[in-house]
């Protein structure tokens, strides 16, 4: 019986290693159809049948063969390409019986050679992966005349573009869209898809763009910007094109846009202007700055430093951003240039942007503030006037010193002036209605600011693979100088509500705040294995900055001039920091996976000058860890898993360290707290994408987890009489706080149909604590959504989308148990476009949001914004004229409900109502071959 067992077992390993041993495989040749030439280093791919994932690559060898290996058993497609012959694809199976396959002589036809009415035209041949780059042949799509690159966007697979022409390719927001691999105007992706032609379009390439730093060492550091770049045909790179666009609407809405391109070789100059106060034109100039003004300094995951404060400015400023509150008027201008020479090894890209963004509106704010049996309802009527004017010149230029150096040197500088004036009227009361204070108030401010940016970023590779040096150097120097008035009337009330007294101020604000930064980070990378590597970074940053903030008041026999200082809501600092940080990060690279660890540390010192001389001066040593680790798995070129974690130190920032009370808002005050101490927090991050290119199939799940230790929270103690708050940070022990997002999302095309079908699950929240009157108040906040999409697609005869979903919101206070601001929602859009007969064109989009009662907000929102227009072009497409009418039922509101520490808020604000406007689009284009022909 042991022998026969044994035997069995034998029997069994042996047939288990004759299985895992079978060798699958294919082989072939290829060869010109008439010539017999070999078609040396062709293409050869292996595609699984059911799912059109890439199994194997290989090239053709020198005598025209070719063959692949430890292939699986399975049903495939093999594609042959080679650039001028048309592409040979064929379905073949491997199983038990076959297990070798010989495609035997594969001839290729040249694509001259083809009889017109043999070509076949497919989405098939018009999409290939080359590494993690997938790129998309427009050539396979229909390009009208005069369509733009967001027209043929529209007809890629996994790519989508919403009305405001926000992209989202494979379930990600594409951030940064480049022409020839340069950036045009930098900052928004819209300059190119809505201005640049359809049919100049040679290649769509998507990818993931990753840090300077990461793309010269090759270890990953997690940062990555989904990116698409637009490949221009080499004939269609010399002459001009633009358009004109002017419209006049009822209620006396308008809007203007003129661009100028005109292109030769490697040179490009565009110029372009935009008028309008309809939200929709001159509105996407993003001004990204890191550093602040002289504030807490951190040292970021890729060296760099990140300043926050900046001993703060107690005055109202405008960003210059418009979120939808309010009416706005924006003008704005720009000029881009850029070139290659010297055989590509030297080019520059520079850009120069002029604008002004003026918002006048008014905001209702409805707020419940939760203590300690003290609960209080407060409303609050604003009225706002905000003007931004600021113009901004930066460069890029790149030299390639040898083949082994590289040198990029970028600089930026902005000057930026605005104007603020705010009104307030307040009330607040106690849940019986009886009053607490109210207050009236007026703030201005007029703020000067200049900000100056350099880097120089030098690279060596030398001999050894994997053995790098690189070199970043970054400086950056920020003015801001700050002049208003704050002039305010409270009047307090008694516990039945009765008036007790009232305090007035009238004061003169002016601040002034600089700061100078300087950091150099050098990092060095060693092979220490053949995929191991190892990568040791030193950096040395310096920070110095004035922070000089007086306040004002009138003498008592002066009517007129501000001149007693307020030495209360007044200082004058000086703060310098000195870091220096090091680190080293191991680096394992298989074909597979990746893995890399290791950790950073900062030494900071930290001194802060009382200039006043009313407080010693304030001196921290501290130091900050970065540990990191990630991990991530490619299962086929088209799917991959990654896993990460990232812990950092945080030290609080200026404002929340020293002792200066800002009164802005006289009920509700903030005081600064000098012996905070540091945080940390450990954060999880995990990703899961597959993207299947023929069946147009993707996956993407992506979400983190993050706690922080000894957090630094917020500390409110308010006067139960004056309904005062006033604000100061502190650690709290023995909790963590806690945040979590998660976004998964899943698109496929519906065979037959030839709809793109998806759905989005999304969640995110956090736990987080406050101190209310020394009471601990925990406060959960979190939001669920979840929506289906439906799109269908077709050049020039429709397009319809829709996508709607419910949603669930939880906002609690441990406070106050029984008022919350738990709530359901359903939001939902979509829209179409009709080409008809006649050159005319008819379309309509609409949104629904609904927000259904709260315990703290008993009134539902409802709002259904629907807009429609209507088309026709002239003179061979090149002119269009549009009729189109914006909320057509006249429901726009601006409406926003949050919920955060013990106060739950509401918010209902002015915003573009219906208008109705006529408009006229010229485009002119002289480049290259010209339009293409109908």
Known sequence: MKITIIGLLLFFVGAVNLSAQTNYNIKG?????????????????????????????????????????????????????????????????????????????????????????????????????????TEFNPAAYNIQPNSKVEDLLKQLPGIEVDKDGKITAQGQTVKKVLVDGEEFFGDDPTLVTKNLRADMVDKVQLYDKKSDQAAFTGIDDGVKDKTINIKLKEDKKNGYFGKLDGGIGTDGYYQGQALFNRFQGRQKFSAYGTIGNTGKTGLGWED??????????????????????????????????????????????????????????????????????????????????????????????????????????????????????????????TLRNSDTRSSFTTKTRRLDGSLINSNDRDNSANVDSKVFNANAFYTKK???????????????????????????????YDSVGVFANKDTLDQYKANKTKST????????????????????????????????????????????????????????YKLNQLSNQGGAVFNLQKAKYSFNFGTKVAGVKFKQVDEFGHIPDLTRNFTNWYPQASFQYKFTKQSSIRVSYNGNTTQPNIDQIQPVRVNTDPLNIQVGNAGLKPSFTNRYNISYNSYKVISNQYIWISGSYSTTSNPIVSNVMRDTTTGISTYQSSNLKNKSTSNFWVNSYFERKIPGLDINAGFELSGNGNTYYNLSNDVLNETK????????????????????????????????????????????????????????????????????????????????????????????????????????????????????????????????????????MFSLTWDFNKVGGGAPKK
């Open 288 to 413: 990204n700055n890191k550093y602040g003004g002289g504030g807490n300094m951190e040292f970021g995951d890729d060296g760099g430093i990140y300043i926050f404060g900046g001993g703060g400015d107690d005055l109202d400023s405008f960003g210059g951003q418009y979120n939808g509150e309010g009416k706005p008027l924006a003008r704005t201008g720009g000029l881009h240039y850029d070139t290659k020479w010297n055989n590509d090894k030297e080019s520059l890209n520079t850009n120069y942007k002029i604008g002004s963004l003026t918002v006048d509106g008014t905001k209702n704010t409805q707020q419940q503030n939760n203590f300690p049996g003290n609960i209080s309802n407060s409303n609050s009527d604003q009225t706002n006037h905000n003007y931004l004017f600021r113009q901004k010149l930066d460069l890029n230029y790149q030299v390639k010193l040898d083949s082994m150096q590289n040198l990029k040197i970028t600089a930026d500088g």
């Open 462 to 492: 030398f001999k050894k693979k994997s053995r790098t040096l690189s070199i970043n150097f970054k400086t950056a120097y920020n003015e801001s100088d700050s002049k208003g008035f704050l002039k305010s009337n409270t009047q307090f």
């Open 781 to 916: 906040s979190y939001s669920y959504s979840g929506s289906i999409r439906l799109s269908k697609y077709k050049e020039k005869k429709y397009d319809a989308w829709i996508s709607a979903g419910p949603s669930y919101t939880i906002n609690s206070s441990s406070l106050n148990t029984i008022l919350t601001n738990n709530g359901r929602g359903f939001n939902a859009n979509g829209g179409f476009n009709v080409y008809l007969p006649g050159k005319f064109q008819i379309g309509s989009d609409g949104n629904y949001t609904y927000n259904a009662p709260t315990k703290s907000f008993p009134q539902d929102f409802r709002r259904f914004l629907l807009n429609a227009n209507i088309s026709r072009t002239f003179m061979k497409d090149a002119l269009k004229a549009t009729v189109s009418g914006n909320d057509l039922l006249n429901q726009n509101t601006g409406y926003n409900r949050t919920g955060s520490a013990n106060v739950l808020t509401q918010e209902r604000y002015t915003t573009i109502r219906r208008y109705f």
């Open 517 to 572: 930064n300087i950091n150099t980070n050098v990092t060095y990378t060693e092979p220490l294995a053949k995929d191991f590597t190892l990568a040791i970074s030193y950096a040395l940053a310096v920070n110095n900055a004035t922070a000089d903030r007086r306040t004002f008041n009138k003498p008592a026999n002066t009517a007129t001039v501000y001149t007693a200082l307020d030495s209360v809501y007044s200082s004058d």
């Open 29 to 133: 040749t290829l060869a010109d159809t008439v010539a017999n030439s070999k078609l040396a280093n062709a293409s050869i791919s292996i595609i699984t049948a059911k799912d059109s994932i890439l199994q194997k690559f290989t090239r053709v060898k020198e005598d025209g063969t070719f063959t692949i290996n430890n292939l699986s058993k399975g049903k495939f497609i093999i594609l042959a390409t080679y650039p001028g012959y048309a592409d040979f694809v064929e379905r073949f199976t491997l199983d038990s019986a076959h297990t070798t396959h010989d495609f035997g002589r594969i001839s290729m036809l040249l694509k001259e050679r083809l009889l017109q009415e043999v070509i076949v035209k497919g989405k098939a041949a018009a999409i290939k992966i080359k590494g993690d780059t």
